[in-house]
């Protein structure tokens, strides 16, 4: 028996230490919405190339991104996992124990704000996912979500309908145009 000061502080340090082990590429997923749809269809996508561990259901809590990240096997080839907050100083907690190489940031809205004074609050903190990750993805469109990840030191690769996106998509009826470095594809 091991006496700590909180349960749930003592399993983010030692899934942390467990996700150090491992030098694969983590992708870390965030946002008010869509984070599990998202890493279930790169799960299906990437896992017929790669050996993938993910979160298992929504486990994205203080406590499910430990139980998930506990998963890690050496053969594993990639690492897909969400994480979601619900109040400030939760996520550099989540950022430690994931340590994502990659970065998606799937939009910012209402749900889940009872625990922020705003919704740039809200942004700057999960946010703090990304600290180390190699690139940040993320839509472009999102005016407030921009406007907050242009002013930071993240590197990014940005789609969406606006021109500076790096994808530039066009949905048009049942199939969509896109562009990128100035290439056109349908």
Not at 84 to 93: F, L, N, R, T, V
Not at 111 to 135: D, M, P, R
Request: with cysteine; hydrophobic share 40%.
């Amino acid at each position: 028996i091991i006496i700590v000061a909180s349960s749930v502080d003592a399993l983010q340090k030692l899934a942390a230490y467990h996700r150090s082990n491992f030098s694969i590429p983590v992708v870390g997923i965030t946002g008010s919405n869509g984070k599990t749809i998202i890493k279930e269809w790169l799960y299906q996508m990437l896992s017929k190339d790669l050996v993938v561990v993910k979160n298992p259901g929504s486990y994205n809590s203080q406590v499910g991104v430990p139980l998930s990240i506990w998963q890690l096997q050496p053969y594993h080839q990639l690492g897909i996992f969400e994480a979601g907050i619900s109040k400030p100083e939760e996520m550099h907690k989540l950022q430690k124990v994931i340590q994502p190489t990659i970065g998606i940031f799937t939009n910012i809205g209402s749900s889940h704000s009872e625990g922020f004074a705003s919704l740039e609050e809200k942004i700057v903190e999960k946010l703090k996912l990304f600290e180390g990750a190699a690139v940040l993805i993320y839509c472009r469109d999102h005016e407030q979500l921009d406007r907050v990840i242009s002013g930071s030191t993240l590197k990014t690769f940005t789609w969406g309908t606006m021109p500076l996106a790096d994808l530039q998509v066009e949905f048009i009826g049942n199939s969509c145009k896109l562009q990128y470095k100035g290439k056109k594809h349908q």
